[in-house]
């Protein structure tokens, strides 16, 4: 059965680098069926979509972060990364890694979700 | 500000019927693009719920129901039952900008 695990510094200074992975068991990261990604939800707040990335490498991104985002896949470890710069209070939030079927990024839900993980940013 | 539009909140008695609306634009849903629906326990991950605007994975009962027209999207729960309370979520693509992944503010339901 698939399985997803979030990990990384639970913990960040503001301005310093959120890295977080996500360990997939369970399926090939490498399979050309799914697309691997990023969804974050704020304290008491909704679910926002940071970016998916396919096994191939081509990496969609939330306009509103894109320039902070870097999603990457490693193969060989079965998992696949989220780094998020120059962080500030109102990226504290659960991150969840995620699993995304549907064939074409524009038709893309997600059928696994990893537990989420709590990062915190503060001083 | 969700692109999505989804009411905060809708509550009924055990038993009864409830539908939670999502409502987008032409950029969206009114493009044609999907709406999928998650469910999240208290303390939990969001779970599928409805995909493709009115699948049901397996395991999931058929008292949801999802449904789509023109701009919007519902769903629609029969015989609440206490299990039930939970937030909901729809999402769908947005074509806008270079195109993203969006979802609704999500609903807190209530069961009475």
């Known amino acids: 059965q698939l399985q997803l695990q979030e990990s990384g510094p639970r913990l960040v200074k503001p301005s310093e680098t959120l890295s977080l992975t996500c360990t997939v068991s369970?399926?090939?990261?490498?399979?050309?069926?799914?697309?691997w990604g990023w969804i974050r939800q704020p304290p008491e707040k909704g679910l926002e979509w940071i970016g998916n990335?396919?096994?191939?490498?081509?990496?969609y991104y939330n306009p509103s972060l894109t320039s902070r985002v870097t999603i990457s896949v490693d193969a060989s470890w079965n998992q696949f990364s989220l780094r998020l710069s120059s962080v500030t209070a109102a990226d504290t939030a659960v991150y969840y890694c995620?699993?995304?079927?549907?064939?074409?990024?524009?038709?893309?839900?997600?059928?696994?979700w990893g537990k989420g993980t709590t990062v915190i940013v503060s001083s | 500000q969700s692109v999505l539009t989804q009411p905060p909140s809708v509550s009924g008695a055990p038993g009864q019927r409830v539908t939670i609306s999502c409502t987008g634009s032409?950029?969206?849903?009114?493009?044609?693009?999907?709406v999928h629906w998650y469910q999240q326990l208290p303390g939990t991950a969001p779970k599928l719920l409805i995909y493709v605007n009115t699948n049901r994975p397996s395991g999931v009962p058929d008292r949801f129901t999802g449904s789509k027209s023109g701009t919007s999207a519902s769903l629609a729960i029969s015989g609440l039952q206490a299990g039930d309370e939970a937030l909901y979520y729809c999402?769908?693509?947005?074509?806008?900008?270079?195109?993203?992944?969006?979802f609704g503010g999500g609903t807190k339901l209530t069961v009475l």
């Open positions: 032409s950029s969206n849903i009114g493009a044609g693009y999907d």
């Open positions: 995620a699993r995304l079927i549907g064939g074409l990024h524009w038709k893309n839900y997600v059928d696994v």
């Open positions: 990335i396919y096994y191939s490498g081509t990496t």
């Open positions: 999402q769908s693509y947005d074509s806008s900008l270079s195109g993203y992944v969006v």
């Open positions: 369970g399926d090939s990261i490498s399979s050309s069926s799914y697309y």
